[in-house]
T-cell receptor
């Protein structure tokens, strides 16, 4: 099955700095790559996603880049704010699969 | 994004009782719903995939007779934890995939505490 690795497991940045979280996957057939943000005790929320036919996607301060050759994709958050503090999960979907495979999560802390 | 509701949001029960959790997609049809369990500071652990009108597919190590799943309509799936024990205490989250898209949306979760 698909194997997803996410790094780092924890990330602490100063307000205003950028944060980057990276995920690698094993199956080159994977074609959908969402990122979720989960605040403590709440549901994971889809914040951005990218499909395999696109190399980069941006939504305000959040961007995702995909390198299909190297089989990795990254979440970029610019001008971080304290409210960005949360756990972020990457996920991968195979075209033949019915379920997402999640990374282990990254605890992001933005210090004021 | 699409809305998924889950009920109840929390429940406390005695050991040996059964607890039923409902998951609804409110503004889209979901032929596939997923049930996850999440322990503190850990990732989402998929328990089972629920397909409308057919039997659920359980992940390895998940007892199908203990975690009963029913997906009777395109907008409703239920998870029943039978004969709950303290080790079943966890955060249970459902998720629904829009039948027309890839996007998968999560319910708010149910905090189960078994005394």
């Amino acid at each position: 099955g698909e194997n997803v690795e996410q790094h780092p497991s924890t990330l602490s940045v100063q307000e205003g700095d950028s944060a980057v979280i990276k995920c690698t996957y094993s199956d080159s057939a994977s074609n959908y790559f969402p990122w979720y943000k989960q605040e403590l005790g709440k549901r994971p929320q889809l914040i951005i996603d990218i499909r395999s036919n696109v190399g980069e996607k941006k939504d305000q301060r959040i961007a995702v880049t995909l390198n299909k050759t190297a089989k990795h994709f990254s979440l970029h958050i610019t001008e971080t704010q304290p409210e960005d503090s949360a756990v972020y999960f990457c996920a991968v979907l195979l075209p033949s699969g019915s379920r997402l495979t999640f990374g282990e999560g990254t605890q992001l802390t933005v210090n004021p | 994004g699409a809305v998924v509701s889950q009920h109840p949001s929390w429940v406390i029960c005695k050991s040996g009782t059964s607890v039923k959790i409902e998951c609804r997609s409110l503004d889209f049809q979901a032929t596939t719903m997923f049930w996850y369990r999440q322990f503190p500071k850990q990732s989402l652990m998929l328990m089972a995939t629920s397909n409308e009108g057919s039997k659920a597919t359980y992940e390895q190590g998940v007892e199908k007779d203990k975690f009963l799943i029913n997906h009777a309509s395109l907008t409703l799936s239920t998870l029943t934890v039978t004969s709950a024990h303290p080790e079943d205490s966890s955060f249970y989250i459902c998720s629904a995939r829009d039948s027309l898209k890839h996007e998968q949306f999560f319910g708010p979760g149910t905090r189960l505490t078994v005394l």
